[in-house]
Nanobody, 120 residues
């Protein structure tokens, strides 16, 4: 009914940059809050950036000044531009969104995740 699809992950050297995209598709009436999370091996999933509809983006302290999240509501898309990457940024990055479905309720959705690996 609704799907989130991330893309753009890959392998990059420390200090490099990488951009991620998340596209929502399906019977979407409106997307409310969107967010990027990540999960490193052996660690809990953590919030990277929260992008509320019509509001300011909030970042985790660990990525402030290095990552920039944005959204284009007309395209049901969210982006994450990552720069000055560090090996500790290595994780699977997930897109998350609260989506108001056409003729239905608002539900929370996750993408399948995209791997980001930063080599030292």
């Amino acid at each position: 009914q609704v799907q989130l699809a991330e893309s753009g992950g890959g392998l990059v050297q420390a200090g490099g940059s990488l951009g991620l995209s998340c596209v929502a598709s399906g019977r979407i009436y409106r997307i409310n809050d969107m967010a990027w999370y990540r999960q490193a091996p052996g660690r809990q999933r953590e919030l990277v950036a929260s992008a509320p509809r019509g509001g300011s983006v909030i970042y985790a302290d660990s990525v402030k000044g290095r990552f920039t999240a944005s959204r284009v509501d007309s395209k049901n898309t969210m982006y994450l531009q990552m720069s000055s990457l560090k090996p500790e940024d290595t994780a699977v990055y997930y897109c998350n969104a609260d989506i108001w479905v056409i003729s239905g309720p608002t539900n929370n959705y996750w993408g399948q995740g995209t791997q980001v690996t930063v080599s030292s």
